[in-house]
């Protein structure tokens, strides 16, 4: 549902309908308790009230910007999973020129056809959080035609050896996109989100004031802020998906963009 919300909305129209989903709801909520208990109207203990809810809201404040950071973090490690596997594969197609021309074309072509499949098939697959795979059976060419490297002088050897670090360390960065690609969030974080801002925007309404437009300002704007911040967090937590998707272009430059069309 959420990573539907993240791909079918521009993020920028998501921020807007959430945005104004929650102050309507909130400023309907001021409205509503202003008329149904008129103690809040007098704003009875405003004060001792208003004290209590700027330390909830900073405890909460921190707890979101906590996972927000985290989340970011996570969103960037995407990002470099993705150049570091693109720069290993790279690495072994500049290998391939110390080992025989057969050999050499056929480790060549097996990366070739990887790489199309990650950037044309595997990475919209992606947005859902699914793998390709055709891609897992073309890792699987690739180690065939390393395997069927017969190295035959020293600086060959040497340069194999590379090759076969670099492949490892490229199925490591494949297993992490991927893992990072399923995006998401653990239940109990949240439900923690949840029923925080429940609590903060719920106090925010209950604390009362004589003017309507000053409660329905102050209210307000906690609305917004925890909106805000909740989009911003989701369209995060999803690195492959929406308008901050990370896009393949590692894999179709350098020294793997020959496996490329000029249009590509």
């Known amino acids: 549902m959420l990573r539907g919300a993240v791909d079918d909305l521009p993020i920028w129209l998501l921020l807007i309908v959430v945005v104004a989903a929650i102050v309507g709801l909130v400023l309907l909520l001021v409205w509503l308790i202003r008329r149904l208990v008129p103690a809040v109207e007098e704003g009875f203990d405003a004060e001792v009230a208003s004290q209590m809810l700027g330390v909830v809201a900073a405890l909460f404040g921190l707890l979101l910007a906590f996972i927000i950071v985290i989340a970011y973090e996570n969103y960037t490690d995407a990002g470099?999973?993705?150049?570091?596997?693109?720069?290993?594969?790279?690495?072994?197609?500049?290998?391939?020129?110390?080992?025989?021309?057969?050999?050499?074309?056929?480790?060549?072509?097996?990366?070739?056809?990887?790489?199309?499949?990650?950037?044309?098939?595997?990475?919209p697959l992606m947005r859902e959080g699914h793998d390709s795979a055709q891609a897992w059976t073309d890792v699987d060419g690739i180690f065939a035609a390393l395997q069927g490297v017969e190295p035959k002088s020293p600086s060959a050897v040497a340069f194999y050896d590379d090759s076969v670090r670099q492949l490892n360390e490229a199925l490591d960065a494949r297993r992490n996109r991927l893992n990072d690609a399923g995006g998401g969030l653990p239940w109990v974080i949240g439900a923690l989100l949840f029923v925080g801002s429940l609590v903060i925007v719920g106090y925010a309404v209950l604390i009362g004031s004589r003017s309507f437009w000053f409660h329905s300002i102050g209210a307000g704007a906690i609305a917004v802020v925890i909106g805000m911040s909740l989009v911003v967090l989701v369209a995060l937590l999803y690195p492959f998906s929406g308008d901050l998707a990370i896009d393949p272009e590692p894999f179709r430059s350098g020294a793997l963009a020959q496996f490329f069309g000029p249009s590509s």
């Open 80 to 123: 470099s999973n993705v150049t570091v596997e693109a720069d290993a594969l790279a690495a072994i197609v500049r290998d391939s020129g110390a080992f025989e021309p057969a050999e050499r074309d056929r480790l060549r072509a097996s990366i070739g056809a990887y790489v199309r499949t990650v950037a044309d098939d595997e990475w």
